[in-house]
């Protein structure tokens, strides 16, 4: 797993590629306390478990997959 920094909050997470597609990101209970996008999304209702989403974390994300930071393994 590779930690990944949103450049928005700051909160770091931890990423894997397991192909071009597919990314596995593991937050952490903090992160999702951390992230300003994600306790907004809470705030209104919506369970934390379910909120995995912050647009500026998945552009750090790509971009760490752009810089070679995070590695893709090749499709098969
Ligand atoms: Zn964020």
């Not at 909160?11 to 992230?35: G, I, Y």
Request: glycine share 6%; hydrophobic share 45%; net charge neutral.
């Amino acid at each position: 797993m590779t930690p990944v920094a949103c450049a928005e909050c700051g909160t770091e997470v931890l990423c894997e590629k397991f192909s071009a597609a597919h990314t596995q990101v593991q937050w952490t209970d903090r992160a999702a306390s951390v992230c300003p996008r994600i306790a907004a999304r809470v705030a209104a209702g919506e369970l934390s478990a379910r909120v995995r989403s912050c647009p500026a974390l998945r552009a750090g994300i790509e971009a760490a997959v752009r810089e070679g930071r995070l590695e893709v393994p090749a499709d098969v």
